[in-house]
């Protein structure tokens, strides 16, 4: 019985991240403030205690959904026992701690270091994100590909019958019309910085390359299903290569589950704020077993 540690990404987040662990386990404390020290400002009273729109901000948004992440991991111990590991979009990045291709003070500083890339790119391109339910996926991918003045594209293939679409506002505003008038249940338009997965996140993919190359990876002890690829990787070069390339592809996430359900996969175990991928692998196998860690 293999099990499979899945991570999650932006969007997790909430007002009260992580408070249980910093005040319960020595671990998770001395992590936590080992992070408010690497990012020079006190990340975890905004985890603890901060607004909705302070954990909205993407700059602290991903280190704070890493770090849960990864601190719940650490704070498993020797039950911690991954076959592979997967996140989505940046749960890769806490996958790769909780893999041993990087260890935790590295995987931050990269984390932040995407981030604060991303959010650059935003503010170069307002932009945005979509949700589209209930039309087939290559329906979603013919309707983006008419919008030919625009970006538009597919970004994030959660479960069957969920994609979100990710380009520029008038873009996405014109798709979500056009996919409705086309059948979807709903088309509807995201609280996000920016159009993630896309294009548009050409300059940041080029600050985390400079970020990645100069960062030491490790040989990893299980294998990682990467987003890019949908499929396991262990060779650390190409680990470094799908990463800097998700930035600008889509999260291929169904086909990643079904990769890992391919490579033996029967327990998936959620590790990390929220329960969000439990609910998409609910209903992209139904037959896996799926819990939080």
């Excluded at 086309?182 to 896309?198: C, D, E, N, Q, T």
């Excluded at 190359?213 to 949908?230: D, K, L, R």
């Excluded at 169904?254 to 033996?264: H, I, K, R, S």
Aim: with cysteine.
């Amino acid at each position: 019985m293999k099990k499979a540690y899945i991570f999650p990404g932006q969007g997790a987040q909430f007002v009260g991240m992580g408070k249980d662990l910093y005040e319960s386990n020595p671990l998770a404390k001395e992590l936590f403030e080992k992070a408010n020290g690497i990012l020079n400002f006190r990340i975890s009273d905004l985890m603890f205690s901060g607004t909705d729109e302070d954990l909205r901000q993407t700059k602290v948004t991903q280190p704070a959904v890493f770090l849960h992440s990864v601190i719940k991991a650490f704070c498993l111990g020797e039950s911690f026992k991954p076959n592979m590991v997967a996140g989505h979009s940046l749960g890769e990045f806490s996958a790769l701690v909780a893999n041993r291709t990087l260890n935790f003070e590295d995987g931050l500083r990269l984390v932040y270091a995407r981030a604060m890339a991303m959010q650059k790119a935003c503010e170069m391109n307002p932009s945005t994100m979509a949700a589209v339910l209930g039309l087939e996926d290559s329906k979603v991918e013919e309707i983006c590909a008419t919008i030919s003045d625009e970006i538009v594209v597919a970004a994030n293939y959660n479960c069957p019958g969920q994609l979100v679409i990710s380009g520029s506002i008038n873009g996405i505003n014109k798709a979500c019309e056009l996919l409705k008038t086309a059948g979807a249940k709903r088309a509807l338009v995201l609280p996000v910085g920016g159009a993630f997965h896309s294009p548009l996140m050409e300059p940041a993919k080029l600050e985390l390359e400079a970020a990645i190359n100069s960062t030491t990876f490790n040989n990893p002890i299980c294998p990682i299903y990467q987003n890019y690829v949908a499929k396991a990787v262990s060779e650390v070069n190409e680990i470094k290569q799908n990463l800097i390339s998700q930035l600008t592809a889509p999260v291929l996430w169904t086909q990643t589950v079904q990769a890992m359900l391919d490579g033996g996969a029967s327990e998936f175990i959620e590790c990390g704020p929220g329960n969000v991928l439990q609910g998409l692998i609910r209903k992209i196998a139904k037959e896996a077993i799926v819990s939080a860690a």
